[in-house]
């Protein structure tokens, strides 16, 4: 199983807009009608139920999305870019990379099916010189470039959510029990680490449906990274209810049993305070037999549930899944009073999946990761006798302006005038022939 890669996602830049004069018969001296410019597309990150792998991210890492169209003569607007919305699985965590390639904190957690996130944000179109006319200038040459796209690099981590998670040793048969009571396939065989990535199985119990995830098997050091400790026991960490498998058969199954609990406690505290089910498996053998009282005995003094069970003869699987079926029922997250197994047995009612129902996201409530705020007042300093000015709104109009043409020339005097500018490049003593720095533009000041 992938479930966890690096991806880059790139939005669509806005467009430019349009400077352009109405040109009609009859009408000699037209206004200004350059349209304005379309909105750059967005990346979007959606929650899908029906994916549980990040495998397609191996051979894709790259998404981007289509930027806007410029504006266009007689008003009318660019097109817009069009989103690009790629489908991840449930409990997706979003994580920003560093310069360095290190993950940042959880940005976003993708832990409902329907959910989205913008995860970089389309520019907005530039403005046409339409929107710029007034009382005084009747016919603007100035017009705005569309705002750059985003470009970031992400981490996309799986955390997988189920309701039931299998853990214990390696060969403690929690494959076996998978296969016993779902239509789940892993591999079973009659050696150590046969499972090596967790495995999702639905199981359909006295008419209640659950998710159940078959975690690979833990062994010493496991919380530290041991073994891929690290990459299984997160898997667990949004599972409501853990069964934990025992090899009943074994030298000493009860100091096999504190060993897990030891590492899952070590990975994360709250994995011990988790809803847990023991399973002593394998009684279909006579060592696990002769074990199994003394066992369940000591189990049962520390509060735990126990559970006789042969995953291979397939025996005292019902009364396993009674007991889980009750447990889950007794957290439901959706706070519902489910009717309890005799009224089900009785009256064979129509099935109740446990897991609570998310709900689809409400139109205009879609979450957007934002880059950190910048300063968007203008500043002008000195660098290396080159006057600087930080201005995103003057260097998207100063990218449209005709050097040749001494009118926009003039007109965008006047813009940087009325913005502040002019008069914080006086105070720093600029002179004709200093050079000007505006974003991507230069020029000579005159």
């Known amino acids: 199983m992938i479930d966890k890669t690096d991806i880059s996602v790139i939005s669509g830049s806005g467009g430019n807009g349009n400077i352009s004069g109405r040109r009609e018969k009859y009408v000699p001296k037209g206004g200004p009608d350059g349209g304005d410019g379309g909105d750059g597309g967005s990346v979007i990150l959606r929650a899908n139920r029906n994916i549980n792998t990040l495998v397609e991210f191996h051979y894709r890492r790259r998404f981007e999305a289509p930027s806007g169209g410029p504006g266009l003569p007689a008003l009318k607007h660019g097109a817009n870019g069009k989103n690009v919305v790629v489908s991840v699985p449930v409990g997706t965590q979003i994580h920003e990379l560093a310069e360095d390639g290190s993950p940042g904190a959880v940005l976003f957690d993708l832990d409902d099916h329907g959910r989205e996130v913008i995860v970089a944000s389309g520019g907005s179109g530039g403005r046409g010189n339409a929107s710029y006319a007034n009382s005084v200038n009747q016919f603007p040459m100035l017009a705005e470039a569309g705002e750059a796209g985003e470009e970031r690099a992400i981490r996309l981590e799986l955390k997988l959510i189920a309701d039931v998670g299998l853990v214990g040793l390696p060969n403690a048969g929690k494959s076996s029990l998978l296969r016993a009571v779902s239509a789940a396939k892993p591999k079973v065989a009659s050696y150590p680490f046969t ?95 002769e074990k199994a009282d003394e066992l ?68 205009g409530e879609v979450q957007i990761i934002r880059p950190t705020p910048v300063n968007r007042r203008s500043s002008v300093t000195v660098k290396d006798g080159v006057f600087v000015i930080e201005s995103k709104k003057a260097a998207r109009m100063a990218t449209m302006v005709d050097p040749e043409n001494w009118e926009a020339k003039s007109q965008f005097y006047g813009h940087l005038r009325r913005l502040g500018i002019v ?24």
């Open 423 to 446: 008069q914080k490049l006086e105070d720093l003593g600029i002179k004709t022939g200093d050079t000007v720095q505006l974003g991507d533009t230069e020029w000579e000041w005159t």
């Open 195 to 289: 499972t090596l990535e967790p495995v999702l199985g639905v199981v359909e119990h006295r008419g209640s449906e659950f998710l159940m995830v078959d975690i690979p098997g833990l062994i010493e050091g496991a919380h530290e990274g041991v073994g891929l400790g690290h990459d299984f026991l997160r898997h667990i960490e949004r599972t409501r209810v853990l069964i934990h498998v025992i090899d009943a058969s074994l030298d000493d199954p009860l100091a096999d049993s504190d060993q897990i609990e030891r590492e899952m406690a070590m990975f994360d505290e709250r994995l011990s305070q988790k809803t847990r089910v023991v399973v002593l498996n394998k009684m279909d053998i006579a060592e696990a037999e």
């Open 296 to 363: 369940e005995k000591a189990l049962r003094a520390r509060g735990l549930k126990v559970i006789r069970t042969s995953a291979a003869a397939r025996t005292g699987l019902t009364k396993l899944l009674d007991l889980v079926v009750l447990v889950l029922e007794r957290e439901d997250p959706a706070g519902e009073t489910p009717p309890t197994l005799a009224e089900r047995l009785a009256g064979n009612p129509r099935k109740k999946t446990i897991r609570k129902v998310p709900k689809a996201p409400v139109l």
